[in-house]
């Protein structure tokens, strides 16, 4: 079981703003370790959205933003486009099991 | 391009073994830490572990799961991570991914494609 909880689900209607929230604990997001954000697209693998809390990488559009706050992290999503409908994932560090985790997942629908 | 390619998957029985390969290139090898994540059929992505560079100790970390079944490995001559996988049960049946981290410090910003093990007798 994942240490780091999402939503199951969160939907909005093209051009509106989500957000996926990631909550977890003071022994991984609370302890200051950086999350990092992937999108996976229907039959694909995992690609990196945001990584050290609020960073884009290259290609990565900017309606994509990330942020942190004690023990938890968030991914908003402006000007919502068909082609987001996907999973969304957050990922950090856990001391206490000495390994990456990540969240429960958030499937994006676009109404 | 920078490339991460998975093979080996495949169906085996409870209690059986299996080796996954990645085979890596358009980075320097040696110099990465490599990992293996793991998603069931319908389910979210889950750690496996982790090996180290050998420059900074080789060592391997595991996700619980897995730990004393599992044994990740690498041979940098041949740009290759290897996934040595024993005891299966049939919970491990998943997509397994070869991932890494090349640009952006610690997110695994490079993913092969996978390979898919299925444990069923």
């Known amino acids: 079981q994942s240490v780091l909880t999402q939503p199951p689900s969160v939907s909005g209607a093209p051009g509106q703003r989500v957000t996926i929230s990631c909550t977890g604990s003071s022994s991984n997001i609370g302890a200051g370790y950086d999350v990092h954000w992937y999108q996976q697209l229907p039959g694909t693998a995992p690609k990196l959205l945001i990584y050290g809390n609020s960073n884009r990488p290259s290609g990565v559009p900017d309606r994509f933003s990330g942020s942190k706050s004690g023990t938890s992290a968030s991914l908003a999503i402006t000007g919502l486009q068909a082609e987001d409908e996907a999973d969304y994932y957050c990922q950090s560090y856990d001391s206490s099991l000495s390994g990456k985790v990540f969240g429960t997942g958030t499937k994006v629908t676009v109404l | 391009e920078v490339q991460l390619v998975e093979s080996g998957g495949g169906l085996v029985k409870p209690g059986g073994s299996l080796r996954l390969s990645c085979a890596a290139s358009g980075f320097t090898f040696s110099n990465a830490w490599m990992s293996w994540v793991r998603q069931a059929p319908g389910k979210g992505l889950e750690w496996v572990g982790r090996i180290k560079s050998k420059t900074d100790g080789g060592t391997t970390d595991y996700a619980a799961p897995v730990k004393g079944r599992f044994t990740i490995s690498r041979d940098d001559s041949k740009n290759t991570l290897y996934l040595q996988m024993n005891s299966l049960k049939t919970e491990d049946t998943a997509v397994y991914y070869c991932?890494?981290?090349?640009?952006?410090?610690?997110?695994?910003?490079?993913w092969g494609q996978g390979t898919m093990v299925t444990v069923s007798s």
């Open positions: 991932v890494t981290t090349v640009n952006t410090f610690d997110a695994f910003d490079i």
